[in-house]
């Protein structure tokens, strides 16, 4: 019998730390061995002139998240995660939103049933927490932080999700006692509402408002105060989709104090600008990039790449949340062509993530391929309590792995992806750097831009506490 189901042979293996040319040796979806050669397997993958990477980790994406009576997510579990694996990616991490008047343990149930015999790779479910009461607090956070669900987000806007300040420290104050990470969506709920409510009054309605109601000042503020909060109660957070270099200098002053606090960053946030919301001929073509924290300018660019550079960031996510665009349950709902305050918020980018990331910064030799690997899969590992499981190739690893070809030219177009969305905000991108291949526990799951895996293949983890979390008491 041979020793390895799977060798992965002549290829470049690239970690978070090192470079080198090697073989991978795969048996029962485990990486059992890395060396310069390795012989005896089943079958043999010729990997030469590819990059041999972790598979993408995408440590921030709404699948058939709950978004309001008249709306409907783009993806569910299936189209999520198959976009995500044709993508690069071998595992996501999607929410669990407590609806109002739900406890979570039934939110997480739901997402549970939503996800079971759904996915194409393994997923790992953070909580939304919307409404914090004793019994949240006290009985249910525990017990689900227990359970493996070691991470949660709060919203510090949106009338259906926002937290006020008194509700974000009872949650970071849980997070602290159970060791749980927290994301913080760190915009300010009554300046945007200000903001809008002046821009309505002055007919200002279209899509492009969406941005001047938020501006930098309205996230830098929210991150400030989250910042704040967390230094009061002693305990580390995670700032997600940073959009410029303001919020970026509150989180940096943070840490000259010696504070914990991480930070992500999209890849909206490098490539795309306000401008972008502006109605381009066709009515309402603006709603398709209507997402928050807003797309900035191009100076905002070059503050974040300035942070990803640096160490600013963490994590490089996509905040993969789709809506169609010719639908009225999605971009173009009846109430959005009224304002664009109720145009659903966010854009689909699961799979042109990586390509995008990759592209922009190995490619045009901002970042090295090492941070690279740690932005796109290593660091979320880490920090959401999936390592030493996933995030590298090393012996013991799952073997859930990316070919990528350094050199292949694309152009990203919505023809060629597979997520439920009608559109790509990135049509006609060009790019340079592409997945060939995505195995995900040793079976190949994508393959040449077709989706090879098997549906329901996937599975729900059961993430460990982070080490980046509260330390122990
Ligand atoms: O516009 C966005 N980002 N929608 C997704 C939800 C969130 O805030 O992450
Ligand atoms: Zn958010
Ligand atoms: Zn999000």
Redesign the pocket.
Known sequence: MPEFDVAIRGGTVVTASDTFRADVGIRDGRIAAVAETVEGAAREIDASGLLVMPGGIDSHV?FAQHAGPDITPADDFASGTAAAAAGGNTCVLPFALQVKGTSLRESVEEYRRKADGECYIDVGFHLIITQPTPEVLGQELPALVKAGHTSFKVFMTYDELVLNDRELLEVFEVARRERALVMV?AEGYDAIRFMTERLERAGHTEPYYHAASRPEAVEREATHRAISHAELVDVPIMIV?VSGREAMEQIRWARQRGLKIYAETCPQYITLTAEDLRDAGVEMSGAKYV??PPPRDRESHRAIWEGLEQGVFQTFSS?H?PFRYDDPRGKLTPKGRTSFRWVP??IPGVETRLPILFSEGVAKGRISLNRFVELAATNHAKLYGLYPRKGSIAVGFDADIVLWDPNRKETIRQEILHHGSDYTPWEGFAVTGWPVVTMARGEIVAEHGKLVGRKGRGEILEREISPYAAAPA
């Open positions: 709404h969506h989709h997402c928050s905040d949340s918020n966010g």
